[in-house]
T-cell receptor
């Protein structure tokens, strides 16, 4: 058990809908990362938050957004869902900001499996 | 062309075999190299973490990095059925914020 929790485990919804995925980082970790994992693309970095502030963006669509709250939990919002958004969404946390020279280790949660019908 | 290439497998071996898993990469700025293990329907779990070139050993696992060839390897000695999982390589650079770039993973099956 990594100490990172994600809810829900599974989510089934329809195209055009909006969903919210939730992540609680390990105790003491300030950074939260969101990843999307699909069969053909592997793990793709979406976005990082550090202590409530957005720090880095990856391949995140404009229809997706995220935030990190004062208690450090994070939510990933996916809107106007399309069939191609079906994937596993992982949250990871680390204690540091992830900058140069740091041996920052990311610990992954169990993921949320999103199915868009 | 992807920044990190990894054979998807599956790689099937008998119990006790030595397993070699590999990744190649194109970005010479990568300095930190990791191997994650992912069981079915679970999140990735960090196995090995290496900085720059060289070898690192931890129990039955050995990670090797050859930066001149842009090639990294994970060796598993005395493989066990419980090692059956997908193995993901990941890497990042050393300036500013550097996102982790993952390979697509190699599925390993160890039969008893």
């Amino acid at each position: 058990d990594s100490g990172v929790t994600q809810t829900p485990k599974h989510l089934i919804t329809a195209t055009g809908q909006r969903v919210t995925l939730r992540c609680s980082p390990r105790s003491g970790d300030l950074s939260v990362y969101w990843y999307q994992q699909s069969l053909d693309q592997g793990l793709q970095f979406l976005i990082q938050y550090y202590n409530g502030e957005e720090r880095a963006k990856g391949n995140i669509l404009e229809r997706f957004s995220a935030q990190q709250f004062p208690d450090l939990h994070s939510e990933l919002n996916l809107s106007s869902l399309e069939l191609g958004d079906s994937a596993l969404y992982f949250c990871a946390s680390s204690s540091q900001m992830g900058l140069a020279g740091s041996t920052d280790t990311q610990y992954f949660g169990p993921g949320t499996r999103l199915t868009v019908l | 062309q992807k920044e990190v290439e990894q054979d998807p497998g599956p790689l099937s071996v008998p119990e006790g075999a030595i397993v070699s898993l590999n990744c190649t990469y194109s970005n010479s700025a990568f300095q930190y190299f990791m191997w994650y293990r992912q069981y079915s329907r679970k999140g990735p779990e960090l196995l090995m973490y290496t900085y720059s070139s060289g070898n690192k050993e931890d129990g039955r696992f050995t990670a090797q990095v050859d930066k001149s060839s842009k090639y990294i390897s994970l060796f598993i000695r005395d493989s066990q059925p419980s090692d059956s999982a997908t193995y993901l390589c990941a890497m990042r650079g050393n300036t500013g914020f550097q996102k982790l770039v993952f390979g697509t993973g190699t599925r390993l099956l160890v039969s008893p």
